[in-house]
């Protein structure tokens, strides 16, 4: 049933830097043009948001007219579109920033003394889901602070916690409809976000109401799954997934309703690594 829900899909994701697609039910890669990392692309899929060392830019869904939107400190970064395609919302210096897809300056979101990060804009363009750490009391992540999911209104207003776990809740992504959100739980403390899981590390996919009730889990535990992503009608969750066997990421995808879980890129050997996947607009 899987396949048959995907066989009219595209997936694009990062492999070993490169921005390639492949269709998500299987097949061929084929390379879009562009070097960089965690590309989105536009809610009409004409254009692609990336990062490229400390900047994040906009090209065109071809690889070409590629600008830069921003530079930033580099320090995990990662963008994403409103769903009118308007404005984005990236990181800098662990906090997240909004501004015109088009240029003009940014407007500061998020203030707090702590680490924010992992922005996703609501499909009504009504919050901004993202990984916080706005209940702990210094700028650390150590032992006494562990990201939760929040969600804040668009000017950086009304934020509000979703998540209250002993474990590490990071990279909530929205559903089609603003329903649920998808999320990672990982289970060890790390020293920064974005860095080299150690091998012991299990991260989860999980899922919840919108409201942050209802949790629940949709890979088995003791896994690696990152940067969960909503398939355009809703059905179909991919993710980048460790593969223990090749001791390197590719990208899977579940049913989001539970079930068992498909390889869309396994990678071929230790020095293939698959992040970020990104659905194209259906």
Same mark, same amino acid.
């Given at each position: 049933?899987?396949?048959?829900?995907?066989?009219? +899909?595209?997936?694009?994701? *990062?492999?070993?830097?490169?921005?390639?697609?492949?269709?998500?039910?299987?097949?061929?890669?084929? *390379?879009?043009?562009?070097?960089?990392?965690?590309?989105?692309?536009?809610?009409?899929?004409?254009?692609?948001?990336?990062?490229?060392?400390?900047?994040?830019?906009?090209?065109?869904?071809?690889?070409?007219?590629?600008?830069? +939107?921003?530079?930033?400190?580099?320090?995990?970064?990662?963008?994403?579109?409103?769903?009118?395609?308007?404005?984005?919302?990236?990181?800098?210096?662990?906090?997240?920033?909004?501004?015109?897809?088009?240029?003009?300056?940014? $407007?500061?979101?998020?203030?707090?003394?702590?680490?924010?990060?992992?922005?996703?804009?609501?499909?009504?363009?009504?919050?901004?889901?993202?990984?916080g750490e706005a209940?702990?009391?210094?700028?650390?992540?150590?032992?006494?602070? $562990?990201?939760?999911?929040?969600?804040?209104?668009?000017?950086?207003?009304?934020?509000?916690?979703?998540?209250?776990?002993?474990?590490?809740?990071?990279?909530?992504?929205?559903?089609?409809?603003?329903?649920?959100?998808?999320?990672?739980?990982?289970?060890?403390e790390f020293d920064?976000?974005?860095?080299?899981?150690?091998?012991?590390?299990?991260?989860?996919?999980?899922?919840?109401?919108?409201?942050?009730?209802?949790?629940? $889990?949709l890979t088995p535990?003791?896994?690696?799954?990152?940067?969960?992503?909503?398939?355009?009608?809703?059905?179909?969750?991919?993710?980048?997934?460790?593969?223990?066997?090749?001791?390197?990421?590719?990208?899977?995808?579940?049913?989001?309703?539970?079930?068992?879980?498909?390889?869309?890129?396994?990678?071929?050997?230790?020095?293939?690594?698959?992040?970020?996947?990104?659905? +194209?607009?259906?």
């Amino acid at each position: 049933m899987i396949a048959v829900a995907l066989a009219a +899909l595209t997936l694009g994701f *990062e492999l070993n830097q490169q921005i390639v697609t492949i269709p998500a039910a299987g097949g061929d890669v084929h *390379e879009v043009g562009l070097r960089g990392e965690s590309p989105v692309w536009s809610p009409g899929g004409r254009r692609i948001l990336f990062v490229l060392g400390t900047d994040v830019k906009i090209a065109n869904a071809d690889g070409t007219g590629i600008r830069r +939107l921003a530079h930033t400190a580099g320090d995990f970064t990662v963008a994403g579109w409103s769903p009118d395609g308007k404005r984005v919302v990236y990181v800098d210096n662990f906090d997240i920033l909004a501004r015109a897809a088009d240029g003009g300056p940014p $407007r500061r979101l998020t203030h707090s003394q702590e680490f924010d990060y992992d922005p996703a804009w609501s499909p009504d363009g009504k919050l901004i889901a993202y990984a916080g750490e706005a209940h702990c009391s210094v700028r650390y992540v150590g032992q006494d602070c $562990r990201p939760e999911i929040f969600v804040m209104l668009p000017d950086g207003s009304g934020k509000r916690r979703l998540t209250r776990n002993p474990a590490n809740d990071l990279e909530p992504a929205w559903s089609p409809d603003g329903r649920r959100l998808a999320f990672v739980r990982c289970s060890r403390e790390f020293d920064l976000p974005g860095e080299a899981l150690p091998l012991d590390y299990a991260c989860s996919l999980m899922v919840m109401r919108a409201d942050g009730s209802g949790t629940r $889990r949709l890979t088995p535990p003791g896994e690696r799954v990152v940067q969960p992503a909503w398939s355009p009608d809703g059905r179909t969750i991919a993710f980048a997934r460790l593969s223990r066997k090749e001791a390197s990421w590719g990208i899977a995808v579940i049913p989001a309703a539970g079930g068992p879980e498909r390889w869309v890129h396994r990678p071929r050997s230790h020095v293939d690594n698959d992040f970020h996947p990104s659905w +194209l607009p259906g």
